[in-house]
Each structure stands twice: as C-alpha cells, then as structure tokens.
C-alpha cells in the first residue's frame, strides 16, 4: 500500500462472540479448533520399516509428492489466507480465516517432519531444489499465488482459486499416502496426511460456503460471467495438472488412477462453490484402495485422549520462573530439563 493511500482509523470494534450473525462462521470456528493437531505427535519413526521395502522409483515418487504438497501449503500460509482476510463480511470470518492460515503453516512444516525421518539431508536439499523450481509444480503454484497476490483481483474469483487448491491441487499427492494406508504401509506418514486431508475438507467447504454467499450480491450477468470463467480456468489447472501427474507417476504406473482420483476431486471442489461437475468420474471409478483410506476417520480423532494409535497428546506440566531463566543456557541445562 501506498503511502498516501493510508486512511487511519477513528475508532476499533472489539469482536463479540455473544453476536454471531453468520453461524456457519461458529459452527466451521468450533470444528476446526475441535480437530487441532500438531505433526510433531505422529511418531513417523515407526515407518521406517516400510519405508525401507520401497524400490528407488516409489521413494523418490513418495519425496517429490511430499515436495509439491509443501510448495502449495505454503502457497496458502502465506499469499492464500493473507488474499482472503482482505474480503470478510464478518468478524468471526477473520478469526476462523485466522486458524485456517495457523493451520496451514501446521501442514506446511508437517512434510519436513516426514523428510526429516525418511530422507537423507542430500535428499530433502535436492526435493527442495525440485520443488522450487520444476516445470508444472510452479506452475500451478504460480498461477494460484498470482490471483491472491494482485489487489486489482476480483475476490470472489480468490476464493475460487482457494477451493480448487483446497478440494481438487493438492490430491494428486494425497494419492500416494492414501494409496500406501490402503496397503497397510507408511501408516504414521498417512496418518499426517488424514490430518491435514480433514482440515482442508472443512476450509474447501468453509471457503466454498463464502463464495456462494458473495455470488448472492452479483447479478445474473456477472454470476454466469464468474461460472464462465471458473470452468475454464479449472480446465486451464487441469491440463497442467495432467503433465504434473504424469511427471510423478509414469515410473510406478498409477497415472491414470490419480488422474480418475483428482478428476472426482475436481467435482468436489466445484460442488463446494455451489457449481455442477464437471467430469463423469464418480466415488465408483476411484481406485477402491484410495478411496477406503479417504473414509476412515483419523486414528484418533478425539483430541482429549489417548485412544487410536497414530496421534499422540504431549505430557504437559505446569510453567515455572526457571522456565524463563535463559541467561546462560549452560547453567540452565540441568534445571529446565523436561526428561
Ligand atoms: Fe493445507
Ligand atoms: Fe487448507
């Protein structure tokens, strides 16, 4: 923002939470914080195993999917909920917006947790390298980043952009784990991905919700206009995300499976804006394996205990001042040891 162009305030609205005038923004808002997790309670480790039976060409397939759902992640940590707190109707939406972007950093940073036990450094360096430069990748990231970051954007087509990322961008990785859970294989680094997959669930529809709220205020003209320009720009995402699918599996032979996979997605990702599908594949044509492990609920989906074998709660304890005493760390190795 320009200098000139700042405008300050006279006066600032406290948030009331006593006054909800769009109870879905309660509903998404208690969901959500309900469904919390960090990565750092899966214990990844246990994989290892399996991990170790996989050839060369399905580890690097295993890396490189994981690169490309760490560059969208972060896509939406930064420039994607940043675009979207720009347009809210209401105070709760920023503050559910708010957790949506947290999260997304969560997601984000979840990926290097599994690099970080499956992968040589040399191998997450070259997986970066990978990632932040290959052909399609940037692609769809840039193409997705470039409708957040322009302020001249029409917000309502940020959103879209949002839902197709959410609900259709991000399967053709989620493929691989869903595939190996299926298998009974790399169920820790699955689970991880069943967290984040129910995340992005509630923000695809949450997102999708505020769409079709904003489509209310267009006339019939802009509405058909905006529907013109979704399809063709998911048909634009969709051609590129064909060569990407290719890229990632032509050498273990499950291209066209993840192509069935990510059409289905596509449907849903329009279905969240309101839109009728686009492709014939249905919940039928997808591989029967994938789409059990979609199905099942997260190992342990109650937060506030112990039950299911994938997330684990941390053992907390209370704060104390020598929590705090960081002077030297030497001396205070001994006495703030949690062990
Ligand atoms: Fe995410
Ligand atoms: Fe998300």
């Known amino acids: 923002m320009k200098l000139e162009e700042f405008k300050p305030v006279n006066h600032y609205d406290a948030i009331n939470w006593n006054e909800v005038s769009d109870m879905i923004d309660k509903a998404t808002w208690e969901k959500l914080t309900e469904q919390f997790w960090l990565d750092t309670r899966v214990p990844v ?16 397939t295993v890396g490189h999917v994981f690169g490309g759902l760490t560059l969208l992640d972060t896509v939406q940590s930064e420039a994607g909920l940043t675009a979207l707190k720009e347009d809210v109707k209401t105070p709760h939406e920023t503050a559910v917006l708010n957790n949506i972007q947290f999260m997304e950093s969560v997601h984000a940073k979840s ?12 191998q997450i360096k070259e997986i970066f ?9 940037q692609n769809k990231a840039v193409k997705i ?6 302020p001249s954007q029409d917000p309502l087509k940020k959103k879209v952009a949002n839902v197709f990322l959410e609900t259709f961008l991000f399967y053709s990785g989620f493929y691989t784990p869903l595939y190996y859970l299926g298998h009974n294989k790399l169920n820790n680094v699955a689970e991880i991905i069943k967290l984040i ?11 999708g919700y505020k769409f079709q709220v904003g489509m209310r205020d267009r006339t019939e003209k802009q509405q058909q206009d905006m529907k013109d320009w979704m399809y ?22 499950w291209t066209d499976d993840v192509l069935t996979f990510i059409r289905y997605n596509a449907n849903k990702a329009l ?23 979609i199905s099942t609920s997260t ?6 205990s112990q039950v299911g074998n994938g997330y684990r709660m941390g053992a907390v304890e209370a704060m104390s001042d020598s929590d705090y005493d960081v002077k030297d760390p030497n001396a205070g190795k001994d006495k703030n040891s949690r062990d």
Request: net charge negative; charged share 25%.
């Open 129 to 137: 390298e990978w990632s932040d430069t290959e052909e399609y990748l």
């Open 45 to 60: 480790a246990n994989d290892m195993d399996d991990w170790r039976e996989l050839d060369d060409d399905h580890q690097w």
């Open 271 to 293: 279905m969240n804006l309101g839109q009728d599908p686009l492709f014939p594949d249905t919940a039928s044509d997808v591989n029967p394996v994938v789409m059990n492990g």
């Open 197 to 207: 997959l129910r995340d992005e669930s509630v923000h695809g529809t949450y997102i």
């Open 145 to 150: 980043a470039n409708m957040y970051l322009d």
């Open 111 to 122: 990926y290097s947790t599994i690099f970080s036990t499956l992968n040589t450094p040399d």
């Open 232 to 253: 063709n720009f998911l048909y634009e995402l969709y051609d590129n995300e064909e060569k990407y699918t290719h890229l990632l599996y032509d050498q273990v032979g």
């Open 299 to 304: 190992s342990n989906h109650d937060f506030f």
